[in-house]
């Protein structure tokens, strides 16, 4: 009894012994490949774009307000009409304005005539007081008539000018080529000197862009300011409906300083607008060309993994075995995207199943993305 018991115990000793180092074993064996699609690494011809949302302003922009009070007795223009430097567009009545401008031309007259009579006694008082025919005291009172006469005259003057001054801006004219909105009044409208708001007007050709950059950009801004040899088609607009404007732009002003909260710095594009296509207030896109034109590096977006601002691909080793590799990234095309470095051609990158991937990990390619 006790010899088979001890045979028993024995044997169960070292079939779990057999068990466990069988366990051991398996543990030990390495993890199953995983599987993934590859992408082999090619050049393309591309063109790189970025866009920047942007609103179009006139180069010139003016309120049309009144100068002086009255009535508004005519409207010259029609409501977003093209008019000339110096063309009428609103007069307010200048009945008032005219005699005023009468009454001061009159005042300056007697002004002067009184001068002219007061400076002939004087001269004749002088005559006399060279021949000692004629008290000191009288030609001291005939000088100072004629200084009061002269300083009569030169406030008529100043009233006179006054008064046309009135009168020229009775009748209100465009300062400088352009378009003229919808009139904000009437004929007979009571207006007062700056109120109210007659109209605007704005230049048509050439018409201005205006956009923001990050401050990390004001370098690659500022050489493209400098330049004189830029592509003709370094600024381009993309309208609403994705339709492309038809004239190129060129960069003309960056702001003097970057805003203290914002980060940021605004820029000016100029364009032609022969055909009055721009209108100010505008929003558009504005599309600037990068740095990557031409053969570039380009892979599908979706093999690029982010770390802490970082960006990542899994590069295919020679042993099936996958590296992670930090690229820089360029211009998004689609569903691809630049590689400015990081990646040469020819090299095999993981395309699909990178969640499940680290470095070192083995692969097994299911289908070759080209």
């Known amino acids: 009894m006790n ?9 169960a000793l070292i079939y779990a012994g057999f068990s466990c180092g069988q366990k051991e074993q398996a543990g030990q064996q390495a993890p199953a490949a995983v599987a993934v699609t590859t992408y082999t690494v090619v050049n393309k011809s591309v063109t790189g774009i970025d866009e920047y949302p942007s609103s179009i302003v006139p180069l010139n922009e003016v309120e049309i307000r009144p100068q002086i009070g009255g009535y508004i007795t005519n409207i010259y223009v029609k409501d977003g009409q093209e008019v000339k430097k110096g063309q009428r567009l609103y007069e307010i009545d200048r009945s008032k304005y005219a005699a005023s401008q009468q009454q001061a031309k009159a ?36 000088e ?4 009061d006469a002269k300083a009569q005259l030169s406030s008529a003057k100043a009233q006179l000018e006054s008064a046309n001054t009135d009168y020229q801006y009775s009748v209100l004219t465009a300062p400088f080529d352009g378009t003229v ?6 004929l007979g409208a009571q207006v007062s000197p700056g109120q109210p708001l007659l109209n605007t007007l704005s230049s048509n050709d050439p018409m201005s862009l205006n956009f923001v950059i990050n401050e990390r950009e004001i370098p690659r801004f500022n050489k493209l300011l400098r330049a004189e040899d830029n592509p003709d088609s ?18 003309t002003t960056m702001d003097r300083a970057v805003g203290r909260q914002s980060g940021t710095i605004a820029l000016r594009v100029q364009f032609p607008n022969p055909n009055n296509e721009l ?33 990542f691909v899994y590069v295919v080793q020679d042993d099936n075995s996958v590296k992670q590799q930090n690229v820089l990234l360029g211009t998004q095309i689609g569903d691809k995207i630049v590689v400015r470095s990081g990646l040469s051609e020819g090299a095999k990158i993981v395309d699909t199943g990178i969640q499940k991937l680290r470095d070192g ?8 993305v080209q």
């Not at 990990?361 to 070759?368: A, K, L, R, S």
């Open 3 to 11: 010899i088979s018991y001890k045979l028993i115990a024995f044997s």
């Open 107 to 142: 005042m300056v007259e007697s002004a002067e005539a009184n001068l002219a009579r007061l400076s002939k006694d004087f001269d004749r008082y002088k005559r006399l007081d060279e021949q000692d025919a004629i008290a000191k005291q009288q030609l001291d009172h005939a």
């Open 144 to 147: 100072s008539a004629v200084l």
């Open 181 to 186: 909105g919808i009139s904000q009044v009437r």
């Open 234 to 251: 370094l600024f381009r607009i993309r309208f609403s409906d994705n339709s492309i404007y038809p004239f190129n732009g060129t960069l």
């Open 279 to 311: 209108i100010a207030g505008m929003t558009v896109n504005l599309m600037v060309l990068n740095q990557d034109l031409g053969e570039q590096v380009v892979i599908p977006y979706r093999a690029v993994t982010e770390q802490m601002g970082e960006y």
């Open 361 to 368: 990990v083995q692969i097994t390619e299911q289908t070759t």
